[in-house]
C-alpha cells in the first residue's frame, strides 16, 4: 500500500500540483496587480490592530484575530518542523527556496480562498455561520456539476484533514516525546486524545479561545529557540543562505543522481512539503477566515496572506536555517551527504542538540512540535467536522468526532512513512475541486483587490 501511495503522490506532486499551485499563485497574483506585495503594509496593520489573546465569546462566528489564529493554527503545524526538515533531507536544502516560491504565490491563493469564504458564507438566524470552499464551488458551478465537486471535495477534506492528518500530527506528537523523555508514543497518544475531546465538545468558540492564545506563544518559544541556534552558529549563516539559493539550482551536488533527477527532486518536494505547510490552494484555511466579522471580505484576505507570510516565511524559514546551519554548513553531519540514523522526524532534534544538548534540545523540540502539531489537531478537527455537518447534517457530527479521536489515537502508533503519505494524498486530492472554482470565480477576487490600498 506504501509504494501504490507513493507513485499517486509522486506523479501528483511532480506534475499536477506544480502546475495547479505555481499557475493558479501566478494567475491571481497578475490579476490583483500582486496584492500579497501591494497590500502586505495594510495586511500587517490590520493583523496587528487586531491582535488580541483574550478577543472574547463573538455573538456570531469569530473575531478577525481569532479566524486568523484558528487557520494559523491549521498551517503551523508538523509541517513546519518535520515536513520542513523532510523536504530538506530528500530534496536538499535548495528545496527551501522553492517553498518560498509556492509560498510567495501562495499568498495571493490565500487572499483569493479568504475573499471568496467571505463572499459566500451564510449566517442563520441563530448566529451559526456557515463557509468554506463548498459555498463557492457550488457558487461557482450551481448545478449537479457543482455538487458533485463540493462533495468530492467534503469527502477529501474529511479524510485528509480530520482523520489522516490529524494521525500524522498525533504521530509527530508520540515520536518526539517518546525520543524526548522516554514514555511510550502510545501513552502520549492517549493524552492528546483525551485533552483534544474536551476541547472539541467546547465547539469553535472554545477552539479559537484556545488557538488565540497558544499560536502567538508557541511561535514566540520556537523563534527565539532558533535564534539562539543561529547566534551560536552565527559564522555560517552567509553559507547557510547561500546552500538554500544553489542547491536550488544544482541540487545534484548534494541529494546525487542525474541534473534532471536532482532538480524534479528538490522543486516536488517543494511544493509537496509547501502544501502540507502552508495549505494555499488546499481549500483549508478558508473555513476559518468565513468566520471572521470584518466589515469587507478584501479585509480578511489581507489578513489571511499574513497567516502565510507567518506560516512560511518566518516559522518554517527558521527551521531551514536552525537545520542547515547545524546539520549541513561547516562541520556538519551531512555536510558531506546523507548520513545514518538522521530521519525527517529526529532531524531538528539533532540540529537543536548539537547546541542545546542532547536532552535539553531534544526536549525543546518534541514541547514545540507538541504545541504546533495539537493546534492543528484542533482546527483541522473543525474543517473536518463542518463539512460533515454540510454532507450529513448535524446528527453525524458526533460520530464523526468520535472516529476522528480514534484516528487522533492511532497515529501515534502507526508507521510515520504511511501516514505522512496517506495525508499528502487525500491534501493533494483536495486542491483539485478547490482551485477550479477559485479560477471561476476569479471575477469576484478581482472587484475585492481593488478596495485595498491603491
Known amino acids: 500500500m506504501l509504494e501504490l501511495v507513493q507513485k499517486i503522490n509522486g506523479y501528483l506532486s511532480d506534475y499536477i500540483l506544480i502546475v495547479l499551485l505555481v499557475g493558479t499563485g501566478l494567475f491571481f497574483s497578475i490579476k490583483t496587480n500582486f496584492v500579497q506585495v501591494r497590500c502586505f503594509k495594510e495586511g500587517m496593520r490590520r493583523f496587528f490592530s487586531s491582535f488580541s489573546l483574550s478577543g472574547g465569546r463573538q455573538k456570531s462566528g469569530l473575531s478577525s484575530f481569532q479566524a486568523l489564529a484558528t487557520a494559523i493554527a491549521a ?18 536544502p535548495g528545496a527551501i527556496f522553492w517553498m518560498w516560491i509556492i509560498a510567495f504565490f501562495g499568498m495571493a491563493t490565500i487572499y483569493s480562498e479568504a475573499v ?75 493524552l ?11 465547539g469553535i468558540q472554545r477552539i479559537a479561545s484556545v488557538t488565540e492564545k497558544l499560536v502567538p506563544v508557541m511561535a514566540v518559544l520556537y523563534l527565539i529557540g532558533g535564534l539562539v541556534i543561529i547566534i551560536a552558529r552565527i559564522r555560517f549563516l552567509p553559507e547557510t543562505i547561500g546552500m538554500i539559493f544553489k542547491y536550488a ?8 543522481g542525474g541534473f534532471g533527477y536532482a532538480i524534479k527532486t528538490a522543486i516536488s518536494q517543494g511544493v509537496k512539503r509547501g502544501l502540507f505547510s502552508n495549505e494555499a490552494g488546499m481549500g483549508s484555511t ?33 527551521t531551514a536555517l ?38 535539553l534540545g531534544a526536549l525543546f523540540v518534541a514541547l514545540c512540535l507538541l504545541f504546533f502539531a495539537f493546534s492543528t489537531i484542533l482546527s483541522w478537527n473543525f474543517f473536518g467536522k ?68 491603491k
Not at 77 to 87: E, S, Y
Not at 404 to 426: H, K, Q, R
Request: hydrophobic share 55%; aromatic share 8%.
Open 75 to 92: 498551517q503551523v503545524g508538523t509541517g513546519n518542523i518535520v515536513g520542513a526538515c523532510g523536504a530538506i533531507l530528500i530534496g536538499g
Open 116 to 190: 471568496l469564504a467571505q463572499e459566500t458564507r451564510r449566517v442563520d438566524a441563530d448566529g451559526t455561520v456557515h463557509g468554506g470552499p463548498v459555498y463557492y464551488i457550488k457558487k461557482a458551478f450551481p448545478n449537479g456539476f457543482g455538487s458533485f465537486l463540493a462533495g468530492f471535495f467534503a469527502v477529501a477534506i474529511i479524510l485528509a484533514l480530520g482523520f489522516m492528518g490529524s494521525m500524522v500530527q498525533s504521530n509527530s506528537i508520540g515520536e518526539t516525546c517518546s525520543n524526548a523523555i522516554g514514555v511510550p508514543a502510545w501513552v502520549i497518544g492517549i
Open 192 to 202: 492528546v486524545t483525551a485533552v483534544a475531546a474536551l476541547i472539541f465538545l467546547g
Open 249 to 256: 539550482f544544482v541540487p545534484n551536488a548534494i541529494i546525487g
Open 286 to 318: 478558508p473555513h476559518a477566515h468565513a468566520m471572521a466579522n470584518v466589515d469587507k471580505p478584501h479585509d480578511q484576505g489581507v489578513v489571511a496572506m499574513i497567516g502565510l507570510f507567518v506560516d512560511t516565511f518566518v516559522v518554517l524559514t527558521m
Open 322 to 359: 536552525v537545520v542547515i546551519s547545524t546539520l549541513y554548513a561547516g562541520d556538519g553531519v551531512l555536510a558531506s551527504g546523507a548520513a545514518e540514523g538522521v530521519s525527517k522526524t529526529n532531524m531538528a532534534q539533532l540540529a537543536f542538540s548539537s547546541i542545546m544538548g542532547g536532552k
Open 386 to 453: 463542518l463539512n460533515v455537518e454540510y454532507l450529513f447534517g448535524k446528527k453525524a457530527v458526533p460520530v464523526y468526532s468520535v472516529l476522528a479521536l480514534v484516528f487522533i489515537f492511532l497515529g501515534s502508533c502507526l508507521s510515520n512513512d504511511l501516514v505522512w503519505e496517506l495525508a499528502d494524498l487525500f491534501n493533494q486530492v483536495m486542491v483539485l475541486p478547490n482551485v477550479i472554482a477559485l479560477i471561476a470565480l476569479s471575477s469576484l477576487v478581482i472587484v475585492a483587490s481593488k478596495s485595498g490600498e
